[in-house]
C-alpha cells in the first residue's frame, strides 16, 4: 500500500523472520526506495519509456517524421488532460469496488450542453464553464444515489446513465455538433487552460494544472476521511456499515467525485479540440478504466493508486500518438490497449490470490 | 485395532513465506476415528488439503491402501475414496438435495438428466445412514444440520473408504451432534477410517479413538483417546496447562444501575417479543440452539437489521435505533460471529480497522492524523497483547484470536459502554480463547456492559453473570449464574411453543 510501513517496535528488521500468530513469517527484503515508491509504479514507468522509444524507433524504420518531435509530445499531453480528469474520477469510484461506464458521454454532454449554451444562447463563457462541471456533477450524483441509496448495481446503472448523457446531449444540442471558439476568437481564452502548442508562453499550463488535481486527489484519496472510507468500503461494505460509517454516503460521494472531475474533462477536451459530436464518448470511458486498472487500482474495490492512474494515463495518451505517427490505423490501439488491460487485470487477481 | 488405510509421511509444505508443513506424520486406520487437533494455524487444515489434492505437498509420501499416492486434485481424490466434509458447506441453495448430491455427476437418461432416479438413489443413501430427508425439498431449506447430512450422504456415495470432517459440529445444535455422532458410529463399524478435526473437548473424548496432535505446522504426537485426559491434549496443543471453571456467583452488585434495557423487540420471525434488561460491569450471556434468534436479537438491537417494534433503552432513556450508526452514537459495538465478513476489513491495516469506529478523533483538519492513529492503535495492540509485527500490518494476516482483539480495539477506540460479542470465541485457539476471557472480565471490570451471544455450555456458564434462554425467537428463561445449569439450560433452551 502507501509508503513504507511504519515499524514501532525496531528491532525486528527486514530479512528477519517474525512470528506472527503462530506462523513462521519471512520478510521479503526489500530496497527502501523501492519499497517507497512501490514496484508496480516503477514497472509502470519503465513501460511509459519503452512505449516511447519503441515508437521512435517504429517511426525511424518506416522513415517517417522522427517521433521525438516536441508536437508529439504537445499532442499526447492534450489527450492525457481530458483522459487524466476522467481517470482520475473513476479511480474513485472503482476503489469502492463499483464502476462508472458513463464518464466518457457524461463528459460528452457536458461540453455540448456548455457549448450550445455558450454558441446559441449567448451565455457567458465562465457561466458555461461552470454549467459543465455542473452538469457532470450531476450525473455523479444521479449515479451516486442510484447505486449507494437504491442498491442498484454500478455497471447497469452507469450504462443507463451512458444512455442517459448521449441522449440528453443529443437533444439539447438537437443533434449538431458544437464548435467551441479558437483561441484567437472572442470568449477563447479557456483554450490557455492548456495553451500548449499555442506558442505563446512555455508554461504548460495544462500539465500544471493536470498535477496539481492528481496531487489533490491522491491527499483525499490517502489522507483524509472520504478516502478512508471509499477504500475500506470497496474492501468490505458490509462491516464498516456494521462500525457505524454512514457507507452511503461515502460511496455516493465516489459517484459524485467521478462525475464533477468528468466535468471538468469535458473542459479540457474542447480546450484541446474545440469540437464536440453528439452521441459518442464510449471510447473514452474504456481509456479511462484501462488507465486505472493498469496503474494498480483493483477492480474487485479497496486498492487505489492515483499515482498509478496518472502514469496509466501516460501510456494510453503516448500510445494514442504513437501509433498514428508511426502510421499504424488508430483500430491498432484498441488491440493494444485491450491486451493491456487484460495483463493488467490478471496481475491483480493474481497478486489478490498471493494475499489470501 | 483396524488395519492401516492411509498413512502420510513426512509431508513438508511451504507457501511463500509460510512454512506451514514440516515433516507431519499422520496414520488413519479402518474403523477407527482420528482426532485431528491443533490450535489455529497449527496446520490441520493444510494437511487435509494436501491429503485431498487441493494442494501439492513438497516432499513426503502419501500411502493408501498399500500403494504410494498423490492425488492430483479433490476429484481424483473423491474416486479413489477419500473425501472432504467441509466446515463450509459447498451447497447450492437453490438446487433439490438430490441434484446438489449428485452435481457433477448427474444420473442421466439419454440426453436428459433423471431427477427421479436421482431421488431414488438418494433415499437409499439416507437409508443407509438412517436418517429422513426428502431428497426433493431445496437445499436451501434445510437447516444446517441436515444439510451436513446431506454432504455426508454426498461423500459415502462415492464409495469413502476415508472421510474426513473439518470441523463438523461448529454450526450444529447438540441434538444434531448426537444425530451427526450416531453416523459417524455407523461408518465406522461398517470399516471407514474417519478424521475427525474439531475444537470441542468434550466431542473429542466421545467419538475418538486416537487423537494426533499438531502444534505449528509440526507433527507433536498421538495419543489413545480414552488413555489421556483433556488437559494432556491442551498441554500437547499449547504447552500450558487451562482449567474451565464455571463462574460461581455474579460479580455484579444488586444495585448496579440498568444502562441497556430491550422491551417488546420485534423483528421477524427469529425475534418474537424479546425483553431483557443488562447492568453496568455485567456479562449477559446469550445461550440456546442454533437458530434461536440470538444473533437476530443482536442485529436488531444493534440496527443492523430493521425491526417492526419494541422499544430501546439506554442509561433510562429511550433511543431511536434505525441503522448501526444510531446504535453506535448511543455507545453500541457489536462484535459479529463472522468476523471476516461482518467484523473487519481484512485488507485494511491493523490501525485503519482499529479506527474505524471513531475516524473523526483522529482528524487534524481535514486530513488523517496518522501519528495519532498509529499510536493509538499501537498502544491497543500492547494492551491487548495482539500478536502483530507492526499496526501497517493488514488484518488478514493475523489468526482469528488476534483479528477478534483487533475488532475489540476498534469498540474501544470509540469508548463504547455496551458491547455485544456474538460468539466471542468462536474459531479462535484454546490459547487465545482464554485471553479473550481475560479481557472481556477487565472490561466489566471498567464499568463496561457485554452481552455475550455463546454456544458453547462451558463458555456461558464461565462467563456469564446472568444468562437469557432463548428459543426459536423467543426468550424462554432468565437465570442467575448461581442457579444455572447445563441442565436447566438445556431445558429452556428446547422450550418450543
Known sequence: ??????????????????????????????????????????????????????????????????????????????????????????????????????????????????????????????????????????????????????????????????????????????????????????????????????????????????????????????????????????????????????????????????????????????????????????????????????????????????????????????????ILAAGFQIDLQYVITGIIVLVAVYADIRSRKRRN | MGEIILTMKGIDKSFPGVHALDHVNLEIRKGEVLALMGENGAGKSTLMKVLTGIYKKDSGTITYEGKEVEFENPRAAQDAGVVIVHQELNMLSHLTVAQNIFIGREIMNGKMIDDAKMNEESIKLFQKLNIEIDPTEMMGNLTVGKQQMCEIAKAISHDAKVIVFDEPSAALTEAEIEELFKIIRDLKKKGLGIVYISHRMDEIKVITDRVTVMRDGTYVGTLITKDCTKDDIINMMVGRVIYEDPKAASTVPKDAPIVLKVEHLNAGKMVRDVSFELRKGEILGFSGLMGAGRTETARALFGADPKESGDIYINGKKVEIKDPMDAVKNGIGYLSEDRKRFGIVVGKSVAENTTMAALQNFMKGLFINKKKEDQVSWDYVKSLKTKTPTVETEVVNLSGGNQQKVVIAKWLTRDCDILIFDEPTRGIDVGAKSEIYTLMNELVAQGKSIIMISSEMTEILRMSDRIVVMCEGRKTGELDISEATQENIMHMATQRK
Request: charged share 10%; glycine share 12%.
Open chain 1, 1 to 322: 500500500m502507501q509508503g513504507a510501513a511504519i515499524r514501532l517496535d525496531g528491532a525486528k528488521a527486514g530479512g528477519k523472520d517474525i512470528k506472527l500468530g503462530g506462523r513462521k513469517v519471512e520478510k521479503i527484503k526489500q530496497n527502501p526506495i523501492v519499497k517507497k515508491i512501490g514496484f508496480n509504479r516503477i514497472v509502470l514507468v519503465g513501460v511509459l519509456i519503452l512505449m516511447y522509444l519503441l515508437f521512435g524507433a517504429l517511426c525511424a524504420i518506416k522513415g517517417r517524421a522522427s517521433f521525438f518531435n516536441i508536437s508529439h509530445i504537445y499532442s499526447a499531453l492534450n489527450y492525457a488532460y481530458f483522459l487524466g480528469f476522467l481517470a482520475l474520477g473513476v479511480t474513485f469510484v472503482i476503489a469502492t469496488g463499483g464502476i462508472d461506464f458513463s464518464i466518457g458521454p457524461v463528459m460528452f454532454c457536458s461540453a455540448l450542453v456548455s457549448g450550445y449554451m455558450l454558441m446559441q444562447m449567448d451565455v457567458p463563457l465562465i457561466v458555461c464553464l461552470l454549467v459543465s462541471i455542473l452538469v457532470g456533477t450531476l450525473f455523479g450524483v444521479l449515479n451516486g444515489y442510484l447505486v449507494a441509496y437504491l442498491d442498484m448495481p454500478s455497471f447497469i446503472t452507469s450504462m443507463a446513465s451512458m444512455m442517459l448523457a448521449k441522449g440528453i446531449g443529443s437533444v439539447f444540442t438537437k443533434t449538431q455538433s458544437v464548435i467551441w471558439p479558437q483561441a484567437s476568437q472572442e470568449n477563447g481564452w479557456y483554450r490557455s487552460l492548456v495553451k500548449i502548442g499555442s506558442g505563446t508562453s512555455i508554461i504548460p499550463t495544462g500539465l500544471v494544472i493536470f498535477i496539481i488535481a492528481s496531487i489533490i486527489c491522491a491527499i483525499v484519496l490517502n489522507k483524509t476521511k472520504a478516502g478512508r472510507y471509499i477504500l475500506c468500503l470497496g474492501s468490505n461494505k458490509e462491516a464498516v456499515r456494521l462500525s457505524g460509517v454512514d457507507v452511503k454516503k461515502w460511496e455516493a460521494l465516489a459517484y459524485i467525485l467521478c462525475g464533477m472531475l468528468a466535468g471538468i474533462a469535458a473542459i479540457f477536451y474542447v480546450g484541446a479540440y474545440t469540437t464536440v459530436q453528439p452521441g459518442l464518448g464510449d471510447t473514452f470511458n474504456n481509456e479511462a478504466i484501462a488507465s486505472c486498472v493498469m496503474g494498480g487500482t483493483s477492480m474487485a474495490g479497496g486498492i487505489a493508486s492515483i499515482g498509478g492512474t496518472f502514469i496509466g494515463v501516460l501510456i494510453i495518451s503516448i500510445l494514442q500518438v504513437g
